[in-house]
Nanobody, 121 residues
Framework: VQLQASGGGLVQAGGSLRLSCVAS????????MAWFRQAPGKEREFVGV????????SYADSAKGRFAISRDNGKNKVHLQMNSLKPEDTAVYYC???????????????WGQGTLVTVSS
């Protein structure tokens, strides 16, 4: 599976962005799809994950109530809708595909290249 993330950019605090990740390969629907982020000087951290069919999601506390993950298996896409953005959300955001759906990045086999989100105050 190859992943390509897009949609990052510069946004003011309180604004919204929608990130997308498109996957190649026929087995997309068999993977959990997650979003992670990494701010400068910090470790990569879990943002959220969605199950194979999209019926179940789980989020980090920092994302709950503000971010939402969705997927379209027919188009091999997963999205991260981010609302009420804060300067502390500034990071490179990565999509990842894995079999377990856990929040540990080491459990994900495939990664996109990352897309930068910058939130100005």
């Amino acid at each position: 599976v190859q992943l390509q993330a897009s949609g990052g950019g510069l946004v003011q605090a309180g604004g919204s962005l929608r990130l997308s990740c498109v996957a190649s390969g026929r087995t997309f629907s068999s993977y959990y799809m997650a979003w992670f982020r990494q701010a400068p000087g910090k470790e990569r951290e879990f943002v959220g994950v969605i199950s194979w069919a999209g019926g179940s999601t789980s989020y980090a506390d920092s994302a709950k109530g503000r971010f939402a993950i969705s997927r379209d298996n027919g188009k091999n896409k997963v999205h991260l809708q981010m609302n009420s953005l804060k300067p502390e959300d500034t990071a490179v955001y990565y999509c990842a595909a894995g079999r377990s759906g856990w929040n540990n990045p080491s459990t994900y086999n495939y990664w996109g290249q990352g897309t930068l989100v910058t939130v100005s105050s």
